[in-house]
């Protein structure tokens, strides 16, 4: 199983970045797949998730209206549009796969992460 995102970087406050995750080693279409944060000296958060048929979407109360999942199941890839940071959603995201095909925030594989800092 490889997960390797992209994407991320320094954006000002109310900017936006995109962050993407290729994956391959795995059936992607058998798995949800999902974005988690964490931030210095903070706990881990789960962001935002996505179900293969896309009818199943997750997102944390922090990033609500702003970030938006997406996946391509040709192309095994999964997607986080970021429109209107904060500073607070400095950190580093994780892509993740799901154990199976329905929970939400249950993973059991993970990308070696990308920073985003958003300061002005």
């Known amino acids: 199983v490889q997960l390797v995102e992209s994407g991320g970087g320094l954006a000002q406050p109310g900017g936006s970045l995109r962050l993407s995750c290729a994956a391959s080693g795995f059936s992607f279409t058998s798995h949800v797949m999902g974005w988690a944060r964490q931030a210095p000296g903070k706990g881990f958060e789960w962001v935002s998730a996505?179900?293969?048929?896309?009818?199943?979407?997750y997102y944390a109360d922090s990033v609500k209206g702003r970030f938006t999942i997406s996946r391509d199941n040709a192309k095994n890839t999964v997607s986080l549009q970021m429109n209107s940071l904060k500073p607070e959603d400095s950190a580093v995201y994780y892509c993740?796969?799901?154990?199976?095909?329905?929970?939400?925030?249950?993973?059991?594989?993970w990308g070696q992460g990308t920073q985003v800092t958003v300061s002005s």
């Open positions: 996505m179900n293969p048929e896309g009818d199943g979407i």
């Open positions: 993740a796969r799901g154990k199976d095909r329905r929970a939400l925030r249950e993973y059991d594989y």
